[in-house]
């Protein structure tokens, strides 16, 4: 069956640094994937989108890749901040499919 | 992007009970999502709520445990049935904004059922 798989459950940065979460898929090939961000007790907000012929996407301290031929996605957070830290989830189509979420703190 | 509301924001049941959750966009869409979120999990689609039609259902979920109606372009309700405790859950809508893919989400209703 399809799947989304976001390997790290908890990922602990230094604050400044560079957070990178992962996002696998098996047994299909989606046309984009989505990043959302969720915070405790709120609904996700979506981040960003892309699509399948785009290799990277970026929007201020985000960036987004996609690698067709590993199945992956990468969500990368330059800079990182406290205020970043949440609960971020990978999904694709337009019913959504979800990741599990990687909780992301970042340490000051 | 879209301005969603959810009410109630969150309840407790009674097991055997029905709660009717409603969801109000502050523009028209055409499509629109119900979620369910258990404690420490990610989102799992319910079903999709079409205008004018029968809602779309997932795997696993059926009508009768949880009508959806869609009565027009910005408000959709969803009824959990029957409640039991394993349906104590944040239950959320969402909205595709103009065929963008992109969702937006309401807050979310926290249900416990006891």
């Known amino acids: 069956s399809q799947k989304i798989e976001q390997n790290s459950e908890a990922l602990n940065i230094q604050e400044g640094k560079t957070a990178t979460l992962t996002c696998n898929y098996t047994?299909?090939?989606?046309?984009?994937l989505q990043w959302y961000r969720q915070d405790p007790g709120r609904g996700p907000v979506f981040l960003l989108l892309?699509?399948?012929?785009?290799k990277e996407k970026r929007k201020e301290r985000l960036k987004v890749t996609f690698d067709t031929t590993l199945k992956q996605s990468l969500f990368h957070i330059t800079a990182s901040q406290p205020a970043d830290s949440a609960t971020y989830l990978c999904g694709t189509a337009r019913q959504l499919t979800f990741g599990s979420g990687t909780q992301l703190t970042v340490l000051p | 992007s879209a301005v969603i509301s959810q009410k109630p924001s969150r309840d407790i049941c009674q097991r055997g009970t029905s709660l009717t959750i409603q969801c109000q966009v502050d523009?028209?869409?055409?499509?629109m999502f119900w979620y369910r979120q258990q404690p420490g999990q990610s989102l799992t689609l319910i079903a999709t709520a079409n205008q004018g039609s029968e809602a779309t259902y997932e795997s696993g979920f059926v009508i009768d445990k949880f009508p959806i109606s869609r009565p027009n372009l910005t408000f959709s309700t969803l009824t959990v049935s029957n409640m039991s405790p394993e349906d104590s859950s944040i239950y959320l809508c969402?909205?595709?904004?103009?065929?963008?893919?992109?969702?937006?989400f309401g807050p979310g209703t926290r249900l416990t059922v006891t």
């Open positions: 969402s909205v595709e904004r103009d065929n963008s893919y992109e969702q937006y």
């Open positions: 892309i699509r399948e012929n785009e």
């Open positions: 047994n299909y090939s989606p046309a984009y």
């Open positions: 523009s028209q869409v055409t499509m």
